[in-house]
Each structure stands twice: as C-alpha cells, then as structure tokens.
C-alpha cells in the first residue's frame, strides 16, 4: 500500500513539476477571468468535495466571477484568484443568501493533453452570517478538472466547500458542485 501511495505521489509531482506552461492559462497570457456557477450539494462535512453518494441538492445557486494570475507554488503550476461570490437560497425561510469576497490559490497537480486536475483553498468573506455557519469569515476548498477548449478558452468541472474551520460553534458548511468558463489573455 505505501509503495503505491508513493509511486502516485512521484507521478502527480513529476507530471506537473515537469510542466513547461502553466495549464490553466493560455500561451504569453498573464491574466484570467473567469464565471463560475454552482448548484449546492447540502451542508456539512469537508468530505462532500469528493464523495458523490453524500450529495444531497440544496435550493441554492452559487455564481462567481474570478479574475486571476498565474503563479508558481513549489514550481508546481498555480494561479491566485481574486472573486466575487453570489449565493443565492431559494427558500427564503432557509436565509442563506450571501454575498462574499476572498482570494485564493490554485495548484495543478497533473497535466495531461490538454487536462489538468487541481486543487485550491483560500479565505473568504461573505456580508452576513445564518445557521449553517456562524461568522462571516469562511474558507474555501476546492477541488476541480480542467480542459483546455482553445489556447485562451478553458474549462473546469469543479466541488468548493466553505466553512470556517471550527471557528464557531455553528460551522455545517456549505457544498457546492459547478462548471467554470475561463478565458485567459
């Protein structure tokens, strides 16, 4: 078991630390914006980023437009995102609306033919609080698979959990699962 966890982990690292471009962007581009739109996946764990069978569909829609730069994070190919984030609850005795603002980081860990599958994280902040998490301040994981569609076109399937650590007592979490238009110039 431990020699297949590290052949994995030497092929992830070696795949994308060998990268000559950054896959997220196109070519002599140094810039990104991109929209986002989810459909929430319930509250609760962390877990729900990839384990399907725990998906439960929540009326709620999350819309976000991103605008990032590529970076380089332990010569692994990155970007860092600036967004800004709509959550919009369809029940209004739910109140769970929020809008939010926050930065975050992400790192393609495998590139392949125009594919490349990462993970990102990054703090948050959103105008109000509600009963599912207990603060305005929240963090966000994500896990997502891209497709390089053209030289300056991408996109991304993508799970984003926000919650706020244990932070606060109240802290269930919100779940999200969406797809992503980048366009890189």
């Known amino acids: 078991m431990n020699k297949v966890l590290i052949a994995t982990t030497f092929a992830i690292l070696s795949g994308a630390a060998f ?7 196109g070519v002599d581009t140094k ?4 929209l986002n739109i989810a459909q929430s996946t319930g509250s609760h764990n ?22 990032a730069q590529p970076m380089e994070i332990l010569r692994l190919p990155s970007r860092m995102n600036i967004s800004v984030l709509q959550n919009i609850a369809y029940e209004s005795s739910k109140g769970l609306s929020f809008i939010g603002v926050g930065a975050s980081w992400d790192i393609a860990l495998v590139q392949y ?11 948050y902040y959103r105008d109000n609080h509600d009963r599912w998490v207990s603060s305005r301040f929240m963090f966000g994981e994500k896990v997502f698979l891209g497709k390089n569609i053209t030289d300056r076109w991408h996109g ?30």
Do not use: C
């Not at 990268?19 to 962007?25: I, L, R, S, Y």
């Not at 810039?31 to 991109?34: D, G, K, L």
């Not at 980023?49 to 991103?66: A, C, G």
């Not at 033919?113 to 703090?123: A, N, S, V």
């Open 19 to 25: 990268a000559t471009e950054n896959p997220m962007f």
């Open 31 to 34: 810039n990104s914006i991109a």
């Open 46 to 67: 962390i877990r729900k980023l990839v384990w399907f069978p725990d998906w439960e569909i929540s009326p709620q829609t999350l819309v976000m437009l991103t605008y």
């Open 113 to 123: 033919h125009g594919f490349y599958l990462g993970i990102g994280i990054g703090p």
């Open 156 to 185: 991304e399937l993508f799970t984003i959990h926000f919650s706020n650590g244990d932070l606060t007592e109240i802290n269930h979490g919100f779940n999200f699962v969406g797809i992503g238009v980048n366009y890189s110039f």
